[in-house]
């Protein structure tokens, strides 16, 4: 990305005898004032609109670069809090005979989202009674989703991670 503001560099007007004025009267009574600085040693930058217009460009794009990083910066944050989201933990519990199972329940998010947009990792803690075939996230909602299992298992501990879908 490059520069948006061509740079002024700017010079201090400089002479030999600075704020020196001449005087002239006129003939109705009233005086004229002239400048009588001497030699101009350093000529200074001209107070122009060009020049200060220049500075207006240079603000106001700097103003909208600003906005553009803080836009940026905004959905970083956002997908940061979406990274970390919401641990919980679940005990699902089975008693029917396999391969029929009743293990379902429902899960609430403590963090409502604002979609439906999110996602949910399972990991198995532990099973006993047989084993786990597959974990399953369904019926999602905004407060919460529903999970089961499949397989021959009596009891499982399920630790679930919400992440995503919220939105300021």
């Known amino acids: 990305m490059g520069l948006y503001y061509e740079f002024t560099k700017w010079l201090d007007h400089v002479v030999q005898y600075p704020g020196r004025k001449k005087v002239t009267e006129n003939p109705d009574g009233t005086v004229d004032f002239e400048r009588a600085e001497g030699e101009v040693v350093q000529r200074g930058t001209a107070q122009s609109a060009t020049n200060f217009n220049n500075l207006e460009k240079g603000v106001f794009a700097n103003q909208v670069q600003l906005l553009q990083t803080e836009q940026r910066m905004l959905q970083a944050e956002r997908r940061l809090s979406d990274l970390n989201g919401a641990v919980g933990q679940v005990t699902l519990t089975n008693n029917r005979a396999y391969p029929f199972n009743n293990s379902s329940a ?63």
């Open 106 to 168: 429902t899960v609430p998010i403590a963090k409502v989202r604002s979609s439906l947009n999110y996602d949910v990792q399972m990991e198995v803690i532990s099973s006993s009674g047989g084993f786990v075939e597959e974990v399953i996230i369904y019926d999602k909602q905004v407060n919460g989703f529903k999970i089961k299992y499949t397989g021959s298992a009596k009891s499982v501990v399920i630790k679930h991670k919400v992440s995503g879908g919220i939105y300021k």
